[in-house]
T-cell receptor, first 113, second 111 residues
Framework: KAGVTQTPRYLIKTRGQQVTLSCSPISGHRSVSWYQQTPGQGLQFLFEYFSETQRNKGNFPGRFSGRQFSNSRSEMNVSTLELGDSALYLC????????????FGPGTRLTVT | QQPVQSPQAVILREGEDAVINCSSSKALYSVHWYRQKHGEAPVFLMILLKGGEQKGHEKISASFNEKKQQSSLYLTASQLSYSGTYFCGTGLRDSGYALNFGKGTSLLVTP
C-alpha cells in the first residue's frame, strides 16, 4: 500500500497570505488528522476528519480550517498567516473506527516571513 | 489536555534500559506511543487500551495504569536505532479517538 502523501513538502509564504495544504491518506483509511509540530510545543492536534465530517477540533483559532473529500483526501487552510504559524504540518491517516494506529505523512514545512 | 511526558531528555549507552512516562489529568481511553527520528515522520510503536488490550512491536513494552491515568514505555537493552524523540498520545473516548500528544522525550543512545 502507498503511504500517506502530503503536498507541497515545503512552502514559504508572507505574513497575511493564506495557504492550503493537501493530504492523501492510505487507501481505505477514512480518518485524517492534522497536527502542527513546533520545537517548543511538540505535536499539537488541529482537527480530525472522518467520512467528510469534522469529528473533533483542537484548540486553534478559526484561521485554521480543513475539509475532507469523498475520496478521503483532506485539505487544510490557514488564512491571514502569522509568523507564529511557521511549523511542520503533519497529517495522519487511520481506519478511524476505533483506537487504531495512525500513519503519518512526511509533513509540509511552512515558513512565514 | 496535552499529556505530560518525563523525562524531557535522556542519554543512554548501548545496552542500557530506559523508562519514559506519560501522564494525563483526564480519564483516558487509550495511550499511543510513537517514535520520530530527525527529519522523519512519527512512526507507530504501541497502543494500550483501557481494559488491558495492547498492540504493537514485540521488542517494546509499555504499561497503562488506568486509575492514575499514566503510561510508561520500557526500552530494554537499547540499541543505537532507538535514538529519536518519543511521543505519547492520549485518546479520549468522547473526542472521536483524536489524539493529544505530549511534547516528547528525546532519547539518544551512544555506542
Amino acid at each position: 500500500k502507498a503511504g500517506v502523501t502530503q503536498t507541497p513538502r515545503y512552502l514559504i509564504k508572507t505574513r497575511g497570505q493564506q495557504v492550503t495544504l493537501s493530504c492523501s491518506p492510505i487507501s481505505g483509511h477514512r480518518s485524517v488528522s492534522w497536527y502542527q509540530q513546533t520545537p517548543g510545543q511538540g505535536l499539537q492536534f488541529l482537527f480530525e476528519y472522518f467520512s467528510e465530517t469534522q469529528r473533533n477540533k483542537g484548540n486553534f483559532p478559526g484561521r485554521f480550517s480543513g475539509r475532507q473529500f469523498s475520496n478521503s483526501r483532506s485539505e487544510m487552510n490557514v488564512s491571514t498567516l502569522e509568523l507564529g504559524d511557521s511549523a511542520l504540518y503533519l497529517c495522519a491517516s487511520s481506519d478511524g473506527t476505533g483506537a487504531h494506529e495512525q500513519y503519518f505523512g512526511p509533513g509540509t514545512r511552512l515558513t512565514v516571513t | 489536555q496535552q499529556p505530560v511526558q518525563s523525562p524531557q531528555a535522556v542519554i543512554l549507552r548501548e545496552g542500557e534500559d530506559a523508562v519514559i512516562n506519560c501522564s494525563s489529568s483526564k480519564a483516558l481511553y487509550s495511550v499511543h506511543w510513537y517514535r520520530q527520528k530527525h527529519g522523519e515522520a512519527p512512526v507507530f510503536l504501541m497502543i494500550l487500551l483501557k481494559g488491558g488490550e495492547q498492540k504493537g512491536h514485540e521488542k517494546i513494552s509499555a504499561s497503562f495504569n488506568e486509575k492514575k491515568q499514566q503510561s510508561s514505555l520500557y526500552l530494554t537493552a537499547s540499541q543505537l536505532s532507538y535514538s529519536g524523540t518519543y511521543f505519547c498520545g492520549t485518546g479520549l473516548r468522547d473526542s472521536g479517538y483524536a489524539l493529544n500528544f505530549g511534547k516528547g522525550t528525546s532519547l539518544l543512545v551512544t555506542p
